[in-house]
C-alpha cells in the first residue's frame, strides 16, 4: 500500500479499503483473510467513502460532480479476471454554489446525500431525482446515517435535523 495516502475510507462491511494519494487518485484494495490486495485506481479526489452494504463506493471528480461504482459482491469470488473490476453506475451533478463549502457526503442505498454549509442534496439514483433541503438560521456540519433510510443533520447550533428518505420529510430534532 503507497505511504503517500492523505485520506483513508473503509467500506462498512470491512472489503475494501480507498486511499486519496498526493499523486491524484483513490486507490481500491481489497482486505480478504488478512491480505490486502489491490483492486484498482479510480479517477477522484476527497471526499469519497462506500455505501453502508459495502455495495457501492462515490468519489468527487470537481465540486458537485460525483461518480458513483457498484463494486463487487461478496460472492463473486473471481470478480478480478473479469473488467472492469469496478463499474461506473452514474455520474451525479448537483448545483452546489462554489463559494459554499461541502461538509460531508454519503451513500445509503440508492441515495447520494451532500451536506453543504447552507443545503442537504439527496440524490435518489433508481429514479434520478435531487431533494433539496435549505437550513434557516444554521448550517450544517456533519452527517449521519441509520438504517431505516434516515439521515441525521448535525448543524452548528448543536440542534439536530432529519430526513427521513422514504418520504423525503424533515424534522427538527432538539
Request: hydrophobic share 40%; net charge positive.
Amino acid at each position: 500500500m503507497p505511504n503517500d495516502a492523505v485520506n483513508i475510507r473503509a467500506s462498512a462491511d470491512n472489503r475494501f479499503v480507498g486511499l486519496e494519494t498526493e499523486k491524484g487518485g483513490i486507490m481500491l484494495y481489497e482486505l480478504k483473510d488478512g491480505a490486502v490486495t489491490f483492486v484498482g485506481r479510480i479517477e477522484g479526489q476527497h471526499p469519497f467513502g462506500f455505501s453502508l452494504d459495502g455495495g457501492h463506493m462515490f468519489v468527487t471528480l470537481e465540486k458537485g460532480l460525483f461518480q458513483i461504482y457498484r463494486l463487487p459482491p461478496k460472492r463473486d469470488k473471481d470478480y478480478r479476471f473479469f473488467l472492469p473490476k469496478f463499474l461506473p453506475l452514474k455520474k451525479v451533478r448537483l448545483e452546489i454554489q462554489k463559494s459554499i463549502a461541502m461538509t460531508d457526503v454519503l451513500l445509503l442505498d440508492r441515495y447520494l446525500v451532500v451536506l453543504t454549509w447552507k443545503e442537504l442534496f439527496v440524490y435518489d439514483w433508481d429514479n434520478e431525482t435531487i431533494q433539496r433541503f435549505r437550513f434557516n438560521k444554521s448550517d450544517g456540519r456533519s452527517l449521519l446515517a441509520s438504517s431505516d433510510q434516515e439521515v441525521f443533520v448535525a448543524k452548528m447550533d448543536r440542534t439536530l435535523a432529519k430526513i427521513d428518505l422514504r418520504d423525503m420529510r424533515s424534522y427538527s430534532l432538539r
